[in-house]
């Protein structure tokens, strides 16, 4: 069975600062995706990122990045230059190839709060 | 950008009511699914389904759920007798086609209170 930790239930942080969400994630499977999604306190999801775990090159965009390390099975999410509309509770979510592979497992999400 | 989206964003009712919540997924997806989320909880899976079948459905699904494609757009839950636990946030997702390469988008979701 696969399983997502997050350990950081909440994180807060002044404006500007840079900030990383821990993903670390458990599968017996060789292929996988993993998953970065944002719930803004409005409640809806809305999709970061998707890696493969073929592909273990770390990903910018803007100034968000990942850094994936199946060594030590994890997934990290950097925020640079945190801002105020940043605030909102940050999931990852694993997918495997086996068993039909159907369903994403989240980890129980980190609140990210950022303040002026 | 297309987009899922869902209605009623809001639903109450009585403990014992059937309900049904909609989603219109996007247009040229092929895969779709239920998920929950408990208020301050995780994302919990519930139910995906395929060329007009559940494909995959967790422990969660019991008999009291029901899912359906009953036009070419719409995809539906539907809680025969809600319970106080069933009070959550309810997510419908799709995806283009295979449902691990692909990327599931959710719509905004419908929160659901029982009373």
């Known amino acids: 069975a696969q399983k997502v930790t997050q350990a950081q239930t909440e994180i807060s942080v002044v404006e500007k600062e840079d900030v990383t969400l821990d993903c670390v994630y458990e599968?017996?499977?060789?292929?996988?995706?993993l998953f970065w999604y944002k719930q803004p306190p409005s409640g809806e999801l809305v999709f970061l990122i998707r890696?493969?775990?073929?592909?273990?090159q770390n990903e910018i965009s803007g100034r968000y990045s990942w850094n994936f390390q199946k060594s030590t099975s994890s997934f990290n999410f950097t925020i640079t230059a945190s801002q105020v509309v940043d605030s909102a509770v940050y999931f990852c979510?694993?997918?495997?190839?086996?068993?039909?592979?159907?369903?994403?497992?989240f980890g129980t999400g980190t609140q990210l709060k950022v303040e002026l | 950008e297309p987009e899922v989206t869902q209605t009623p964003s809001h639903q109450v009712t009585q403990m014992g009511q059937e309900v049904i919540l909609r989603c219109v997924p996007i247009s040229n997806h092929l895969y779709f699914y239920w998920y929950r989320q408990i208020l301050g909880q995780k994302v919990e899976f519930l139910v995906s389904?395929?060329?007009?079948?559940?494909?995959?459905k967790s422990e969660i699904f019991d008999d009291q759920f029901s899912v359906e494609r009953p036009d070419g757009s719409n995809f539906t839950l539907k809680i025969r007798s809600t319970k106080l636990e069933d009070s959550a946030m309810y997510f419908c997702?799709?995806?283009?086609?295979?449902?691990?390469?692909?990327?599931?988008?959710f719509g905004p979701g419908t929160r659901l209170l029982v009373l």
């Open positions: 979510a694993l997918n495997i190839l086996t068993g039909g592979g159907n369903k994403l497992t």
């Open positions: 890696r493969n775990s073929f592909d273990e």
């Open positions: 599968t017996r499977d060789t292929t996988y995706y």
């Open positions: 389904f395929y060329n007009n079948e559940i494909s995959e």
């Open positions: 997702a799709s995806s283009a086609r295979d449902p691990v390469r692909e990327t599931q988008y």
